[in-house]
């Protein structure tokens, strides 16, 4: 214990977030106590309060986390030079790959983030709040960008269009990555091929059909 508490605090919540993220992967959030993070991390649950005030703090943590890297995630797939379609099919591919590397990361960041800071809040929620807006001033200019290239439909609501396609997009990731053995049965497809189909139905929602 004596190195412990040599150790900077940032260590240690580390630490904990670290033991609570395999946790959750495993059993979920809801039924995660903070007694089962405690022993994961080998800290005592007296211990364990010093860093976290309780469980949703540690999950604001990781919410946080998640954002940070789906905004990296989704920067390289939009911001190299390149036409439209290929972008969009680079930020769709990068949005399934992460999810397939990070289930529960993928999960948290399509929770509902905070809005409201006149009131209490968690120390992460305004930063979060933050990243999220950023990821989302990412995609509505990759929207604009190929509206003034002529390759979507120049009348398309921009922000709305940002929520509907979040919505679509993660639910067709989920639903492949979720029923993957059913799409291979029923539909004769690998998980693959049904993403490629569902991207590019939604594409055409917004695109232009003379320059698809």
Same mark, same amino acid.
């Given at each position: 214990?004596g190195r412990r +508490? ?6 240690? &919540? ?7 993220? &395999? ?43 998640? /954002?940070? /890297? ?36 993928? #999960?948290?960041?399509l929770g509902e ?5 006149? +009131? ?5 929620? &305004? ?17 604009? #960008? ?28 989920? /639903? ?10 029923? /539909?004769?497809?690998? +998980? ?11 594409? &055409? ?8």
């Amino acid at each position: 214990m004596g190195r412990r +508490k040599k150790e900077p605090e940032s260590v240690h &919540r580390d630490n904990i977030a670290a033991a609570a993220e &395999r946790l959750f992967a495993a059993k979920g959030i809801t039924a995660t106590t903070m007694d089962d993070i405690a022993k994961q991390a080998g800290y005592s649950k007296a211990t364990l309060y010093v860093y976290f005030t309780n469980k949703e703090e540690i999950v604001g943590l990781l919410v946080l986390k998640s /954002m940070k /890297m789906l905004r990296a995630v989704l920067h390289e797939a939009v911001s190299a030079p390149a036409a439209t379609k290929e972008k969009y099919e680079r930020l769709c591919h990068a949005l399934a790959q992460y999810q397939a590397q990070y289930p529960l990361y993928f #999960s948290l960041a399509l929770g509902e983030i905070n809005i409201d800071f006149e +009131k209490d809040h968690l120390p992460v929620e &305004r930063e979060t709040f933050e990243v999220g807006e950023q990821i989302n001033a990412e995609i509505v200019q990759f929207l604009r #960008s190929g509206i003034e290239a002529g390759a979507l439909l120049p009348d398309i609501p921009v922000l709305p269009t940002v929520f509907l396609f979040w919505a679509s997009l993660s639910g067709v990731i989920q /639903m492949a990555a979720h029923k993957r053995a059913y799409i291979e049965q029923a /539909m004769g497809q690998t +998980k693959e091929q049904f993403l490629t189909y569902g991207f590019d139905r939604l594409y &055409r929602l917004i695109a232009r059909e003379d320059k698809e």
